[in-house]
């Protein structure tokens, strides 16, 4: 709701209120920006929470010492799902309102600089959609499959508490602190925070890794939708649906949500059921594309959907597919309830001690940590935090569901995808995600290599899995996404009486797409906000994110970019996912490491050095981790491991005039040994350029320590002239504080047309 600009007198009181209410509130979802004044719990509440943390408690303690026999994965799901709701209760209210002082009575830029464009008021519902379906990429869905080959435990432990204590903590308190700095982006805060040097090498490496993290976004999107007409059809047909959604919540029947959510679903189902119908047509067969060509729609589409406005495209698509997202890990959820699948793979398994495992090379430490990205922590999230989703932030409130909230459900959803791993025969997972030099490409070779591992999976077995789904073979597919795809559609076919795995199989395929593509359109806008606002340094009108020219020209650098390296990592003889997933892991972790030495800094330069544990503690232990994966990346001798190791096996073959599989040819050969070369020397770059932004920041905050705070590019407080609920749900407070809004503004007196509908 948004009262009269002229009626300053009534805002206050409103806000006085509301503020003096919500202090008060058991559940934390008010706007108090010293967070004093709550009432005790009640014995309701009291009661309630001990239940959570018991069963939490239970499930962990069954997972910790179960050894030797088969549990069901029940114990994986709510253990999660306990330790979540009590983070999201108890620590995000702290970081909220106690660490970061959130204070509603304080306008947002979404409200003070509305154009309408970038900056836009936007309901917390539709903006909660915006968000997690733009951080919600790759990450969750591959990673957790891709490291479950080290057993259901370490993935577990690190999705779990690495987003509770790492991932959201570092989306709620960018997305903080970038809203009170007019959205600015992440490597912009940086350059004004922590100084020219420490600041540009931010830019740089920020601006670099984002790049490769889009990629491979990209990439895993191509190689879902390849070959795909049924892909290819329901995913494109979300463009248009969303086109229609944001035109009839701007022009046609403002403020109706959740008419717009029923109509843009339901078209949304039918595009679904309908590229089922047309992939054994003419019209099938038209959009049955190859990879190269989805590269160039990728492009393409990246491209617009940067430049058009937010509220036309961007937020109604990203509001849309989360939906389908949301939708189905629930219906996932209820299904695992329902079919009870017992989990199939080891609570930790030879290969995460020994490092030899066929899907990816390396121990559990480092590998696990970056191999699981997004769902536990990830810089491409500070990107988002720090780019659309501030800019329509109405309340500042609100940055505990957006932020914290969203990111605890991403972590949802790779749980999820984990649990759809470790419950299929796992002489088929391994026959799926190991590389066809290992497998030998047929179900009779893949069988006798599963065999080798000690799993007892026979030709006939994964023969008949691969009729099942209806595919000529699942034998390495490798990416996890196929993995995962299989893995969903057992346990809903389980959960619906058998059968159909088929539908589901394909279905999976379809959601896994519409899953990653959100997150590259949002984060090609977020890296045109980079751009712009790094030229706009030394040219003043380019940094100006009204300025259409500079809009155009920014968003065809950002995508010519990502299109290139995606481009190469399509083409790559030894597998774009192989290559670059490594790369992709480490960086998003170094990324995450100069998003949460910026917030630490931020918080000690405010002088709350005693809260600096917050951010401080998941910094260390990343940098740890991500330092110790780059060394290995550069500098271990074993190819399968080490990017300059792997390039000079593959030179010193082509110098002996041999060839190594998977290259065909010496032009492959010689695309090996260019790829390797550039992935150690990328590697090289990112953790030095991060390492010099640690250095600097140390500097700045050695300086806050002794002066007990410095100032910052925070920007003055203006009153607000809105009144909304910080959570998904108004609570009685909230909702008898807009009741006394409208009293006071004389029962909608003076309101817009939009507003009093």
């Known amino acids: 709701m948004l009262l009269p600009r002229g009626d300053a007198g009534v805002t206050a009181g409103v806000e006085a209120q509301m503020a003096g209410t919500m202090t008060k509130t058991d559940d934390g979802g008010g706007s108090s920006s010293a967070g004093s004044g709550r009432s005790r719990p009640s014995m309701k509440s009291v009661l309630i929470w001990t239940a959570v943390a018991l069963v939490g408690a239970v499930c962990w303690?069954?997972?910790?010492?179960?050894?030797?026999?088969?549990?069901?994965?029940?114990?994986?799901?709510?253990?999660?799902?306990?330790?979540?709701?009590?983070?999201?209760?108890?620590?995000?209210?702290?970081?909220?309102?106690?660490?970061?002082?959130?204070?509603?009575?304080?306008?947002?830029?979404?409200?003070?600089?509305?154009?309408?464009?970038?900056?836009?008021?936007?309901?917390?519902?539709?903006?909660?959609?915006?968000?997690?379906?733009?951080?919600?990429?790759?990450?969750?869905?591959?990673?957790?499959?891709?490291?479950?080959?080290?057993?259901?435990?370490?993935?577990?432990?690190?999705?779990?508490?690495?987003?509770?204590?790492?991932?959201?903590?570092?989306?709620?308190?960018?997305?903080?602190?970038s809203m009170r700095r007019n959205g600015k982006s992440l490597g912009q805060m940086i350059r004004e925070e922590i100084g020219l040097v420490g600041g540009i090498a931010a830019l740089i490496a920020v601006f670099a890794i984002m790049i490769i993290?889009?990629?491979?976004?990209?990439?895993?999107?191509?190689?879902?939708?390849?070959e795909s007409p049924w892909g290819v059809f329901s995913i494109a047909l979300t463009i248009?649906?969303?086109?229609?959604?944001?035109?009839?919540?701007?022009?046609?029947?403002?403020?109706?949500?959740?008419?717009?959510?029923?109509?843009?679903?339901?078209?949304?189902?039918?595009?679904?059921?309908?590229?089922?119908?047309?992939?054994?047509?003419?019209?099938?067969?038209?959009?049955?594309?190859?990879?190269?060509?989805?590269?160039?729609?990728?492009?393409?589409?990246?491209?617009?959907?940067?430049?058009?406005?937010?509220?036309?495209?961007?937020?109604?698509?990203?509001?849309?597919?989360?939906?389908?997202?949301?939708?189905?890990?629930?219906?996932?959820a209820v299904s695992l309830i329902v079919a009870r699948p017992v989990i199939q793979a080891p609570a930790v398994s030879d290969f995460a001690l020994e490092g030899t495992g066929p899907v990816f090379a390396g121990s559990l430490f480092p590998f696990v940590f970056i191999t699981i990205a997004c769902g536990a922590l990830s810089g491409f999230h500070a990107l988002i935090s720090s780019g659309t989703t501030p800019k329509m932030v109405a309340k500042e409130s609100q940055v505990r569901l957006i932020g914290y909230g969203g990111m605890l459900?991403?972590?949802?959803?790779?749980?999820?995808?984990?649990?759809?791993?470790?419950?299929?025969?796992?002489?088929?997972?391994?026959?799926?995600?190991?590389?066809?030099?290992?497998?030998?490409g047929t179900a009779e070779s893949a069988a006798t290599f599963v065999q080798g591992l000690g799993f007892d999976t026979t030709a006939q077995s994964i023969a008949a899995a691969s009729a099942a789904v209806q595919e000529d073979s699942l034998v390495s597919r490798t990416g996890g996404a196929p993995a995962l795809a299989v893995g969903l559609a057992q346990i809903f076919s389980q959960a619906f009486g058998g059968g159909g795995q088929a539908f589901w199989y394909?279905?999976?395929?379809?959601?896994?797409?519409?899953?990653?593509?959100?997150?590259?359109?949002?984060?090609?806008?977020?890296?045109?906000?980079?751009?712009?606002?790094?030229i706009g340094n030394v040219w003043k009108k380019f940094g100006d994110l009204s300025w259409r020219p500079g809009n155009i020209?920014?968003?065809?650098?950002?995508?010519?970019?990502?299109?290139?390296?995606?481009?190469?990592?399509?083409?790559?003889?030894?597998?774009?996912?192989?290559?670059?997933?490594?790369?992709?892991?480490?960086?998003?972790?170094?990324?995450?490491?100069?998003?949460?030495?910026?917030?630490?800094?931020?918080?000690?330069?405010?002088?709350?050095?005693?809260?600096?544990?917050?951010?401080?503690?998941?910094?260390?232990?990343?940098?740890?981790?991500?330092?110790?994966?780059?060394?290995?990346?550069?500098?271990?001798?074993?190819?399968?491991?080490?990017?300059?190791?792997?390039?000079?096996?593959?030179?010193?073959?082509?110098?002996?005039?041999?060839?190594?599989?998977?290259?065909?040819?010496?032009?492959?050969?010689?695309?090996?040994?260019?790829?390797?070369?550039?992935?150690?020397i990328l590697q090289s770059f990112f953790a030095v350029l991060v390492i010099v932004v640690v250095v600097h920041a140390a500097v700045v905050i050695a300086k806050a320590i002794r002066s007990g705070g410095l100032p910052t590019t925070e920007e003055p407080a203006v009153e607000s002239k809105l009144v909304e609920p910080a959570g998904l749900f108004p609570t009685a407070e909230e909702k008898r504080a807009m009741a006394e809004r409208d009293q006071l503004v004389g029962a909608g007196a003076g309101r817009s047309e939009a507003e009093q509908k």
Do not use: C
């Open 61 to 177: 303690g069954v997972l910790a010492i179960a050894r030797g026999e088969t549990i069901s994965a029940l114990w994986l799901l709510f253990a999660a799902l306990s330790s979540y709701a009590i983070a999201y209760r108890f620590y995000s209210r702290f970081i909220t309102y106690k660490v970061l002082r959130a204070d509603d009575r304080r306008a947002t830029p979404a409200e003070r600089l509305e154009n309408g464009v970038d900056f836009d008021v936007t309901d917390r519902r539709v903006l909660f959609g915006h968000h997690f379906a733009a951080i919600a990429g790759a990450g969750p869905l591959v990673g957790p499959v891709l490291a479950a080959q080290m057993g259901y435990l370490p993935g577990t432990i690190w999705i779990v508490v690495g987003v509770i204590f790492a991932g959201a903590v570092q989306d709620l308190t960018v997305m903080f602190f």
């Open 506 to 534: 394909h279905f999976a395929i379809m959601f896994e797409a519409l899953f990653i593509l959100t997150a590259v359109d949002a984060g090609t806008r977020v890296g045109r906000f980079m751009l712009q606002d790094t």
């Open 213 to 226: 993290i889009l990629a491979v976004l990209a990439l895993i999107v191509v190689n879902a939708l390849a």
């Open 409 to 440: 459900m991403e972590s949802f959803v790779a749980i999820s995808a984990l649990i759809a791993a470790v419950v299929i025969d796992q002489g088929l997972y391994f026959a799926m995600n190991s590389p066809m030099g290992a497998t030998g």
């Open 553 to 680: 020209i920014a968003s065809a650098i950002v995508v010519g970019l990502w299109g290139s390296v995606l481009y190469i990592g399509v083409t790559d003889p030894l597998g774009g996912v192989n290559q670059l997933f490594p790369l992709f892991g480490i960086a998003n972790q170094l990324l995450a490491a100069i998003a949460l030495t910026l917030v630490t800094v931020l918080l000690i330069k405010h002088g709350k050095l005693r809260y600096a544990w917050v951010t401080a503690i998941p910094l260390v232990w990343d940098l740890i981790v991500t330092m110790t994966a780059s060394y290995q990346k550069v500098f271990s001798d074993n190819p399968a491991i080490g990017y300059f190791a792997q390039r000079t096996r593959y030179a010193d073959a082509q110098a002996a005039g041999e060839l190594l599989a998977p290259a065909q040819d010496q032009a492959q050969m010689d695309q090996v040994i260019f790829n390797s070369t550039l992935n150690g």
């Open 240 to 332: 248009p649906i969303a086109l229609f959604m944001g035109l009839y919540l701007r022009v046609l029947r403002p403020g109706r949500v959740l008419e717009a959510t029923g109509i843009g679903v339901a078209l949304l189902l039918m595009a679904i059921v309908g590229g089922g119908w047309i992939q054994d047509t003419a019209l099938g067969e038209t959009l049955t594309l190859s990879k190269e060509w989805l590269v160039l729609a990728l492009v393409v589409y990246g491209f617009i959907a940067s430049v058009l406005p937010v509220w036309l495209l961007l937020t109604p698509r990203d509001y849309l597919s989360t939906f389908m997202k949301i939708g189905v890990i629930l219906l996932l």
